[in-house]
């Protein structure tokens, strides 16, 4: 009776290890995909807003009334940079995140390793 307890208990961790696990993994690899596409295409995953600012130069100049007295090459120069430097942050970012999301990665195979091989093993 006495030796039902641990390996009740054992069992009962090693599930609840794995669960951990495996929703961690699909977590990452979603948010990690995700984080893949921002780098791959950063244009794609701006929100609505902030791609619509960048498309012309009435849309860019819109809230900004010191802008409009600027000539138009200026304006277009200055959209068109920053909106190169705003994919620039959105792969910054995605970089930034997918080092997070390693790190996580890299705990849940510690882990699963440490509890694969600290567990007693069954003779056959």
Do not use: C
């Not at 860019?60 to 620039?88: D, H, Q, S």
Request: hydrophobic share 40%; charged share 25%; net charge positive.
């Amino acid at each position: 009776m006495t030796r039902a307890y641990p390996q009740n208990l054992r069992t009962s961790y090693s599930l609840a290890v794995s669960f951990v696990s495996i929703f961690v993994v699909v977590i990452s690899f979603v948010i990690g995909g995700y984080d893949l596409l921002k780098m791959i295409r950063p244009e794609f995953t701006l929100s609505s807003a902030l791609r619509e600012k960048y498309k012309t130069n009435e849309s860019y100049t819109e809230f900004g009334t010191f802008k409009k007295n600027f000539p138009e090459e200026r304006i277009t120069y200055e959209r068109l940079a920053n909106y190169e430097k705003l994919l620039r942050m959105e792969r910054q970012n995605a970089r930034q995140r997918l080092v997070k999301v390693g790190f996580a990665l890299l705990i849940v195979v510690i882990i699963n390793g440490v509890f694969v091989f600290s567990s007693p093993r069954k003779r056959e």
